[in-house]
């Protein structure tokens, strides 16, 4: 009777179909199942859609697999067992036989001593490899066992789980961009316009890179050799392949109807649950499942300041962007001296604050913080707030028009005379004061490549760099040289060669730049820097 199997611990599939033609046999050695002569099944394999319809040609249902890992480790470690007790037998009468033979091959003719010293010594050579081969199944058996442990632990079903909602998240997230080209699709199919139809279909295809391969319906000939291209290329047209230089020939592009007509024709409305997602999801609850019947983890728990971990406080706790769980915190340690991996000493105390991976660990690794808990942490984090020095704040200003057009001359006649001292030839135009809302300031002034900023604005008019993680010597002595910002002011980017542009936000409060800004900068004496 052929039966198939699934085990939810491993994720494997299990057929017992015993022998099999040997063209099945070869077929299901590409589809990836594995044959295992040795053990009670006779094929295994990871789950996957196709895999599982093929246990279902077999059988009419795939049923629970009465062996766990446990259960089969245990089973393997005695096959190994027996071929370890096979090769120490074997070792042990090579040995005997060694002993039993004489140590002095004395003949009278040379060659049959030669010989029997060479099968003597041979006899020895295969003691002494048997005793190795016993020695390997005797590990072997040891690493089964062992690796039964480590994957039915809790900490590494915790690692599965974090791999399963990972996968998981994936497939979502194909399925929500298939679903969002399959929406566009049926908008250019609405459209009524054949001329429009087209083009938004030629404009879609060729910014969303869809490389599935299409037949055109006129034949292959109308388009390439084989006929099958991109909807893009088919919308697009090219001439036959091949034949550009023998005959020219009119290009066969398709409509946008019939680029409609093609994609529906092989496309489906995606569904957010698939089988792939129903099989992680069942994954995950057999999973958590068996977390908790070990004692569960402290992922799941709702891990609080001031609590402790290990006997140690918790001073800060980090979630999960996607799973919104507790995946680390930081906890109090003794200061360190030097740099130590996580760890960083706290300014202005004699503690350091350690990061501490926290979803593997047991709940009861966490204990809750009680009040007079969260009042020493209170204190604590009072004590280290008053020690931290006050940074004296710079003010964000929006100039008047009179201070922006001082400004903006300054900076215009910095670049000029940038521009003259190199000697070159490129041309030089001013620059305009940028008077804008505040709505259009803040739209221009988002993510890494905003054209808008705030700079830093210091002694004489000069501005700051832009900020970047690499140092240079130059930039370092510059800064030491102009001294302390006394402001800051909205800036955006002109072309290269041409100055940063002052803005003015038309719809706040204008008012004046301080004084320091159009005065040279003095550095400090050294009596006044000991004084200070």
């Known amino acids: 009777m052929q039966t198939a199997t699934y085990s939810p611990e491993d994720n494997k599939l299990r057929l017992y179909v015993g022998r099999v033609p040997r063209d ?5 050695k590409a589809q990836g ?4 002569p040795k053990q009670d099944c006779d094929f295994v394999a990871t789950w996957t859609v196709s895999r599982r319809d093929t246990c279902l040609k077999y059988a009419d249902i795939i049923e629970d697999e009465d062996m766990g890992p446990e259960d089969r480790a245990a089973d393997r470690a005695e096959r190994f067992g027996e071929y370890r007790d096979k090769r120490t037998d074997e070792a042990t009468g090579h040995a005997d036989r060694f002993d039993a033979g004489p140590h002095v091959h004395g003949f009278q003719s040379q060659a049959r001593a030669n010989r029997a010293a060479s099968r003597h010594d041979r006899i020895g050579t295969r003691a002494t490899d048997a005793w190795g081969k016993a020695e390997y199944w005797q ?12 994957v039915s632990s ?3 079903r915790m690692g599965r789980i974090k791999t399963i909602e990972a996968e998981l998240r994936k497939e979502r997230a194909e399925i929500e961009k298939r679903l969002k080209i399959f929406r566009v699709w049926e908008k250019i199919r609405a459209i009524e316009d054949p001329e429009k139809q087209t083009k938004m279909a030629l404009a879609f295809t060729g910014a969303s890179c869809q490389w599935s391969e299409y037949q055109h319906p006129l034949g292959p000939t109308a388009f390439s050799r084989d006929g099958e291209s991109s909807l893009y290329s088919l919308l697009s047209g090219v001439t036959l392949k091949g034949e550009e230089d023998i005959q020219p020939r009119p290009k066969h592009t398709i409509t946008g109807k019939e680029a409609c007509d093609l994609f529906f024709s092989d496309h489906s409305e995606p569904q957010m649950d698939n089988e792939w997602t129903l099989h992680m999801e069942l994954r995950l609850a057999y999973e958590n499942q068996m977390i ?8 799941s728990l709702d891990i609080e300041v001031g609590g402790f971990i290990g006997g140690k406080q918790i001073h800060k706790v980090n979630k999960s962007v996607k799973t919104g769980r507790v995946v680390s915190v930081h906890i109090r340690v003794p200061k ?6 996580q760890v960083e000493n706290v300014p202005g105390t004699d503690y350091a604050l350690m990061q501490y991976a926290t979803e593997r660990l047991p709940q009861n690794a966490y204990r809750p913080p009680t009040e007079a808990d969260k009042a020493a942490l209170a204190a604590l984090v009072k004590q280290k707030k008053d020690a931290t020095p006050k940074k004296a704040t710079i003010p964000l200003v929006n100039p ?5 057009e001082r400004l903006q001359t300054m900076l215009n006649n910095r670049v000029q005379d940038e521009i003259l001292r190199k000697r070159s030839n490129i041309g030089f135009t001013p620059q305009e004061v940028c008077r804008i809302t505040q709505a259009v300031y803040s739209a221009n002034s988002k993510g890494s490549y905003a054209r808008a900023e705030t700079r830093y604005l210091y002694h004489n008019g000069e501005l700051s760099e832009r900020e970047s993680n690499m140092y240079s010597s130059a930039a370092e002595e510059r800064r030491k040289a102009r001294g302390p910002a006394v ?10 060669y041409m100055a940063m542009r002052v803005i003015v936000l038309t719809d706040k409060p204008q008012k004046p730049f301080p004084g320091e800004v159009w005065e040279s900068y003095t550095p400090p004496t050294q009596a006044e820097l000991i004084h200070a």
């Open 24 to 28: 099945e046999y070869l077929l299901l």
């Open 33 to 36: 199942w594995t044959s295992t």
């Open 139 to 150: 590990r072997r058996t040891a690493g089964v066992i062992s690796h039964a442990l480590h």
């Open 154 to 156: 809790p900490g590494v």
């Open 292 to 299: 908790e019947a070990q004692g569960g983890r402290a992922a």
């Open 336 to 341: 360190v001296s030097g740099w130590t991996y």
């Open 400 to 404: 008047t028009d009179e201070d922006a």
């Open 487 to 496: 402001a800051q002011v909205r800036v955006t980017y002109g072309a290269t």
